[in-house]
Protein backbone atom coordinates (compact mmCIF):
# COMPACT_ATOMS: atom_id res chain seq x y z
CA UNK A 1 0.00 0.00 0.00
CA UNK A 2 1.91 3.03 -1.30
CA UNK A 3 1.70 6.00 1.12
CA UNK A 4 3.44 9.32 1.59
CA UNK A 5 5.19 9.23 5.25
CA UNK A 6 5.56 11.91 6.90
CA UNK A 7 7.33 12.28 10.47
CA UNK A 8 6.91 13.40 13.30
CA UNK A 9 3.34 13.57 13.51
CA UNK A 10 3.50 15.67 16.43
CA UNK A 11 5.78 17.72 17.53
CA UNK A 12 5.71 20.77 20.48
CA UNK A 13 8.90 23.20 20.38
CA UNK A 14 9.52 26.22 22.32
CA UNK A 15 9.82 29.29 20.36
CA UNK A 16 13.12 29.62 18.88
CA UNK A 17 14.17 25.94 18.48
CA UNK A 18 14.87 24.70 15.26
CA UNK A 19 12.33 22.50 13.69
CA UNK A 20 12.63 19.73 11.25
CA UNK A 21 9.77 17.68 9.42
CA UNK A 22 10.61 14.87 6.91
CA UNK A 23 8.71 13.20 4.47
CA UNK A 24 8.99 9.88 2.31
CA UNK A 25 7.01 10.32 -0.80
CA UNK A 26 5.33 7.93 -2.64
CA UNK A 27 8.29 5.50 -4.55
CA UNK A 28 8.13 6.31 -8.41
CA UNK A 29 6.56 9.74 -7.75
CA UNK A 30 8.65 13.19 -9.39
CA UNK A 31 6.90 15.62 -7.35
CA UNK A 32 6.70 16.73 -3.45
CA UNK A 33 4.67 19.28 -2.66
CA UNK A 34 4.99 21.14 1.37
CA UNK A 35 1.62 22.42 2.06
CA UNK A 36 0.44 24.39 5.59
CA UNK A 37 -2.85 24.45 6.36
CA UNK A 38 -4.25 26.10 9.15
CA UNK A 39 -7.92 27.56 9.95
CA UNK A 40 -8.06 31.12 8.47
CA UNK A 41 -5.38 30.34 5.56
CA UNK A 42 -6.59 26.51 4.45
CA UNK A 43 -4.18 25.33 2.64
CA UNK A 44 -1.04 27.29 1.80
CA UNK A 45 1.45 26.02 -0.98
CA UNK A 46 5.25 26.31 0.62
CA UNK A 47 7.54 24.99 -1.73
CA UNK A 48 7.54 22.47 -5.14
CA UNK A 49 9.84 20.18 -5.73
CA UNK A 50 10.24 18.17 -9.46
CA UNK A 51 12.70 15.50 -10.06
CA UNK A 52 13.87 16.94 -6.86
CA UNK A 53 14.68 20.42 -8.13
CA UNK A 54 13.42 22.68 -6.26
CA UNK A 55 10.89 24.96 -8.52
CA UNK A 56 8.95 26.94 -6.65
CA UNK A 57 9.37 27.80 -2.59
CA UNK A 58 7.87 31.56 -3.16
CA UNK A 59 5.13 30.67 -0.50
CA UNK A 60 7.52 30.02 2.29
CA UNK A 61 9.19 33.17 4.51
CA UNK A 62 12.65 32.70 3.45
CA UNK A 63 14.33 33.77 6.43
CA UNK A 64 13.53 31.21 8.72
CA UNK A 65 12.18 27.90 6.26
CA UNK A 66 14.10 26.16 4.14
CA UNK A 67 13.04 22.76 2.30
CA UNK A 68 15.39 20.51 0.33
CA UNK A 69 15.34 16.86 -1.48
CA UNK A 70 18.66 15.19 -0.64
CA UNK A 71 17.37 12.66 -2.24
CA UNK A 72 14.43 10.72 -3.76
CA UNK A 73 13.12 9.63 -0.90
CA UNK A 74 13.36 12.22 1.45
CA UNK A 75 12.16 15.80 1.49
CA UNK A 76 12.88 17.84 4.23
CA UNK A 77 11.00 21.30 5.71
CA UNK A 78 12.94 22.86 8.25
CA UNK A 79 12.18 25.83 10.48
CA UNK A 80 14.75 27.91 12.09
CA UNK A 81 14.26 29.71 14.60
CA UNK A 82 10.47 29.02 15.07
CA UNK A 83 7.60 31.02 15.99
CA UNK A 84 4.38 30.50 17.46
CA UNK A 85 2.42 31.75 14.23
CA UNK A 86 4.30 28.61 12.55
CA UNK A 87 1.94 26.83 14.75
CA UNK A 88 -0.23 24.58 11.95
CA UNK A 89 0.00 21.11 10.20
CA UNK A 90 2.18 20.35 7.39
CA UNK A 91 1.42 18.33 4.62
CA UNK A 92 3.38 16.66 2.50
CA UNK A 93 2.58 15.64 -0.83
CA UNK A 94 3.49 14.03 -3.88
CA UNK A 95 2.59 12.87 -7.31
CA UNK A 96 3.29 12.57 -10.94
CA UNK A 97 3.98 14.23 -14.07
CA UNK A 98 4.51 18.06 -13.13
CA UNK A 99 0.94 19.30 -14.55
CA UNK A 100 -2.39 18.86 -13.00
CA UNK A 101 -2.85 15.60 -11.59
CA UNK A 102 -4.09 13.42 -8.36
CA UNK A 103 -1.90 14.57 -5.43
CA UNK A 104 -1.05 11.85 -2.33
CA UNK A 105 -0.96 13.55 1.04
CA UNK A 106 0.95 12.33 4.18
CA UNK A 107 -0.98 12.05 7.50
CA UNK A 108 0.79 15.52 8.64
CA UNK A 109 2.88 17.23 10.80
CA UNK A 110 1.27 18.51 13.33
CA UNK A 111 3.59 21.73 14.94
CA UNK A 112 2.65 23.75 18.14
CA UNK A 113 5.62 26.41 18.90
CA UNK A 114 4.92 27.85 22.76
CA UNK B 1 -7.98 35.88 -10.09
CA UNK B 2 -6.29 33.12 -8.61
CA UNK B 3 -8.56 32.19 -5.77
CA UNK B 4 -11.73 29.58 -5.89
CA UNK B 5 -14.13 30.58 -3.69
CA UNK B 6 -15.85 28.29 -1.67
CA UNK B 7 -19.11 27.93 0.15
CA UNK B 8 -21.08 27.32 2.95
CA UNK B 9 -17.76 27.04 5.70
CA UNK B 10 -19.72 24.07 7.63
CA UNK B 11 -22.65 22.45 6.86
CA UNK B 12 -24.80 20.04 8.78
CA UNK B 13 -27.43 17.59 6.90
CA UNK B 14 -29.34 14.82 8.36
CA UNK B 15 -28.75 11.33 7.55
CA UNK B 16 -30.17 10.16 4.26
CA UNK B 17 -30.36 13.85 2.78
CA UNK B 18 -28.34 15.51 0.22
CA UNK B 19 -25.07 17.82 0.80
CA UNK B 20 -24.40 20.46 -1.91
CA UNK B 21 -21.29 22.53 -1.58
CA UNK B 22 -20.40 25.22 -4.36
CA UNK B 23 -17.00 26.32 -5.10
CA UNK B 24 -16.43 29.49 -7.63
CA UNK B 25 -13.36 30.94 -9.60
CA UNK B 26 -12.28 33.22 -11.83
CA UNK B 27 -9.32 32.34 -14.05
CA UNK B 28 -10.60 30.71 -17.16
CA UNK B 29 -7.13 28.89 -17.85
CA UNK B 30 -8.36 26.77 -14.66
CA UNK B 31 -8.92 23.34 -16.63
CA UNK B 32 -8.68 20.45 -13.94
CA UNK B 33 -11.04 20.77 -11.04
CA UNK B 34 -10.90 18.00 -8.25
CA UNK B 35 -12.30 17.67 -4.85
CA UNK B 36 -10.31 16.35 -1.80
CA UNK B 37 -11.92 14.68 1.17
CA UNK B 38 -9.82 15.06 4.92
CA UNK B 39 -11.12 13.02 7.84
CA UNK B 40 -9.78 14.21 11.33
CA UNK B 41 -5.98 13.83 11.64
CA UNK B 42 -5.68 12.75 7.97
CA UNK B 43 -4.62 14.14 5.11
CA UNK B 44 -6.68 15.38 1.93
CA UNK B 45 -7.02 12.64 -0.45
CA UNK B 46 -8.69 12.72 -3.92
CA UNK B 47 -12.56 12.17 -3.88
CA UNK B 48 -13.40 12.95 -7.59
CA UNK B 49 -12.44 15.49 -10.24
CA UNK B 50 -13.87 16.80 -13.44
CA UNK B 51 -12.78 18.94 -16.69
CA UNK B 52 -14.38 21.05 -18.26
CA UNK B 53 -15.50 18.99 -21.48
CA UNK B 54 -18.30 17.68 -19.48
CA UNK B 55 -21.05 19.49 -16.98
CA UNK B 56 -21.53 16.27 -14.72
CA UNK B 57 -19.22 13.53 -13.56
CA UNK B 58 -20.78 11.21 -10.83
CA UNK B 59 -18.90 8.18 -8.90
CA UNK B 60 -21.38 6.28 -6.42
CA UNK B 61 -23.01 9.04 -4.42
CA UNK B 62 -20.76 11.42 -5.40
CA UNK B 63 -21.52 13.98 -8.20
CA UNK B 64 -19.73 17.04 -9.33
CA UNK B 65 -22.00 19.87 -11.50
CA UNK B 66 -19.81 22.13 -13.47
CA UNK B 67 -21.47 24.73 -15.07
CA UNK B 68 -18.53 26.74 -17.18
CA UNK B 69 -20.30 29.80 -18.06
CA UNK B 70 -20.60 30.47 -14.50
CA UNK B 71 -17.47 29.45 -13.41
CA UNK B 72 -19.01 27.32 -11.01
CA UNK B 73 -18.61 23.67 -10.05
CA UNK B 74 -20.21 21.93 -6.77
CA UNK B 75 -19.90 18.48 -5.17
CA UNK B 76 -23.43 16.97 -4.25
CA UNK B 77 -23.11 13.93 -1.49
CA UNK B 78 -27.12 11.58 -2.46
CA UNK B 79 -28.01 9.84 0.26
CA UNK B 80 -25.66 11.39 3.06
CA UNK B 81 -24.09 9.01 5.76
CA UNK B 82 -22.23 9.82 8.93
CA UNK B 83 -19.29 8.26 7.72
CA UNK B 84 -19.84 10.85 4.96
CA UNK B 85 -18.59 13.93 7.78
CA UNK B 86 -15.38 15.26 6.77
CA UNK B 87 -13.95 18.65 5.43
CA UNK B 88 -14.16 19.11 1.45
CA UNK B 89 -12.10 20.90 -0.33
CA UNK B 90 -12.45 22.05 -3.66
CA UNK B 91 -9.70 22.95 -6.11
CA UNK B 92 -8.56 24.12 -9.39
CA UNK B 93 -4.96 23.73 -11.67
CA UNK B 94 -4.57 25.20 -14.75
CA UNK B 95 -1.93 22.27 -16.09
CA UNK B 96 0.86 23.41 -13.77
CA UNK B 97 1.81 21.99 -10.47
CA UNK B 98 0.18 25.34 -8.44
CA UNK B 99 -3.45 23.60 -7.29
CA UNK B 100 -5.63 26.30 -5.64
CA UNK B 101 -7.55 25.28 -2.64
CA UNK B 102 -11.01 26.41 -1.44
CA UNK B 103 -10.56 26.86 2.11
CA UNK B 104 -13.29 24.13 3.42
CA UNK B 105 -16.94 23.03 4.15
CA UNK B 106 -16.95 21.28 7.38
CA UNK B 107 -19.50 18.40 6.59
CA UNK B 108 -21.66 16.88 9.14
CA UNK B 109 -23.78 14.86 8.99
CA UNK B 110 -25.81 13.21 11.89
CA UNK B 111 -27.39 10.01 12.58
Known amino acids: DARVTQTPRHKVTEMGQEVTMRCQPI?????VFWYRQTMMQGLELLAY??????LDDSGMPKDRFSAEMPDATLATLKIQPSEPRDSAVYFC???WGGGSGELFFGEGSRLTVL | QQQVKQSPQSLIVQKGGISIINCAYE??????FPWYQQFPGKGPALLIA?????SEKKEGRFTISFNKSAKQFSLHIMDSQPGDSATYFC??????????FGTGTRLKVLA
Open chain 2, 27 to 32: NTAFDY
Open chain 1, 49 to 54: FRNRAP
Open chain 2, 50 to 54: IRPDV
Open chain 1, 27 to 31: LGHNT
Open chain 1, 93 to 95: ASG
Open chain 2, 91 to 100: AANSGTYKYI
